[in-house]
């Protein structure tokens, strides 16, 4: 099954996209170079393609979190430009970090023009995003902003921590999915409330939406990383297990006190790269321990965490069911 | 000659001090960690060790500038601390990129803690810059800020760039140069001025004195990086020809159109690793293609340049005094 975005999603990719490009617009023209070849606007050689860019779910959260408290999609769009180059200056660093040398079926920043252009790419989007969610005027929602990317680098430090080690627990493996990801989709919903002019209550009842729909997101994201196909998500089957990654469904199982869990952990402590057959013995004992069942079911009660949030909020009738279908396209997506 | 700074610049420190401490202790413990040593506060197990620090030139610079205008140096704390973090953040990134191992005759965060720590404190430090100036609630500082901190991206992507060059220009060095190390020392008393509530015409002013005292502090920095003594400056010998970096005397002389130049172009555009009669060589044609004096010259007009700024500006002659004890230590000194 493939679970297409809603159409009130794509339709806010109209308000952010041309909004995206002018603040990019902004950089110079080394900086600009890189970074439009990293949201996949040109190719290497700085020519325009005609496809490109990610799901843009944070800044489509950020207008429909404004729209849910009744003001227009475009007060919410400083904050929704901020959250993607957020998103995106996170995700040339964590390449660098984790050595990843393909991102959405094409080569890393850091691949094609050097690790200096990726870090240096991922600082100007980082100070650019400041720049744009400063200009609103609305010190909380610049607060919003960069409270979530010290949270962010909290989760990617813990991330990159518990590479070393074999005793990860599973609640700080789920602090670390918050960090990662829950933080900046909450950001994205609570900083389009703030520009939106939510009261208190509203906007922390986005926030919290915005957490548990991140965190859903992080869980079905390592289900995938594991059991995605690889041909959709653009990485080799088994690909989490080849990295031996402590991811939420992992640490599940290590953490399960089966005998599958144990045998798990013994073929996690090698140090050798794992066989084709253990990569798949890997899953099986994951799927085996309960733990794919455990994580498959927490990603749901995040999202039905999530739809409670949004049931209190009482947004109006076409945002709510927007928001609604949000979450099962995270639930359901298979890249 | 050993330079010493003067000490109204010594006394800006028991204000800055404790201030940055209290911003680093916002910090999440794994961050606060890596920025606590490579701040010189604590060793690499984390126990506190008694000196540390560089020289703080910019925060100093920022309150000096408060002063200059008749305000409390209170009131560019918080402008002090954020350039002193956004250094301090330039200086974990660019460690990384130039793959250096030490610094101030310690081991480098990433060489200790490995690139993503150093990536991510480094991360970290230019978005808890941001949170620092953000509260003083005046947004022509948070802009002063940002933009100082593209224009150092800039400086140093340039910088990166030239590696792979033999024909940089004079002028596209000098820019590299201001943006690597201009830009922020510009920004240190601009936001100091801008805080202690300048009139435009004395923004400017001291924009510029720390423009141009940036631009002398980087071409002596330059010639250290030749000609400054390693047990002093704590680098290699002839340390910056070692890798045939074009810091301004090397691009001068390479531009010189002497004879000397040409021979210096053939030494550099060799690619297999200089030996020390080379490494000396390209140290004696620098000099006799009159670059070397060039670049002396240049940082003292930067100097002069500067002076003439800070006398149309009539700060309080104590004030006056220390910014021109300043510019003669920029000068002077020999690491």
Redesign the interface.
């Given at each position: 099954m493939t679970a297409t975005l809603p159409s009130e999603v794509t339709a806010t990719q109209a308000l952010v996209q041309p909004a995206l490009r002018e603040a990019v617009g902004e950089?110079?023209p080394?900086?600009r170079r890189i970074v439009s070849y990293h949201l996949g606007w040109t190719d290497e050689h700085g020519e325009p393609r005609s496809s490109g860019g990610g799901k843009a779910l944070r800044p489509a959260l950020a207008l429909l979190a404004a729209q849910a408290v009744r003001a227009e999609p475009e007060a919410a769009l400083p904050g929704a430009v901020a959250v993607e180059l957020v998103h995106n200056?996170s995700l040339l660093?964590d390449d660098?970090?984790d050595g990843d040398t393909e991102r959405r079926h094409r080569p890393t920043v850091w691949r094609l023009f050097?690790?200096?252009?990726a870090?240096?790419a991922?600082?100007?989007l980082?100070?650019?995003a400041?720049?744009v969610v400063?200009r609103a005027?609305d010190?909380a929602a610049?607060?919003c902003l960069?409270g979530s990317?010290?949270h962010l680098?909290?989760g990617?430090?813990?991330d990159?921590?518990f590479e070393g080690r074999l005793d990860v627990g599973l609640q700080e493996c789920l602090d670390m999915a918050d960090g990662k990801t829950g933080a900046l989709m909450r950001c994205a919903a609570q900083v389009g409330a703030l520009l939106g002019r939510a009261s208190p209550v509203a906007a922390q009842l986005l926030a919290d939406f915005g957490g548990n729909l991140g965190m859903a997101f992080q869980l079905v994201d390592d289900l995938l990383g594991i059991w995605g196909s690889p041909e959709v998500t653009g990485k080799p089957v088994l690909a989490d297990l080849r990295v031996r990654k402590k991811s939420v469904p992992v640490v599940a199982a290590l953490d399960s006190r089966t005998a599958d869990g144990a045998r798990l952990r013994e073929l996690y402590g090698r140090t050798d790269p794992p066989t084709e057959e253990e990569l798949h013995t890997m899953a099986e004992l994951i799927e085996r321990s309960g733990a794919l069942a455990w994580t498959r079911d927490r990603a749901q009660r995040y999202v039905a965490q999530a739809q409670t949030c949004l049931d209190r909020l009482h947004p109006p009738p076409p945002i709510h069911a927007a928001l609604t279908d949000l979450t099962r396209f995270v639930l359901e997506r298979d890249r």
């Open positions: 950089l110079r080394a900086m200056f660093h660098v970090m050097g690790t200096p252009a870090i240096l991922g600082d100007a980082l100070t650019l400041v720049d400063e005027g010190p610049t607060r960069t990317v010290h680098i909290e990617q430090s813990a990159v921590d």
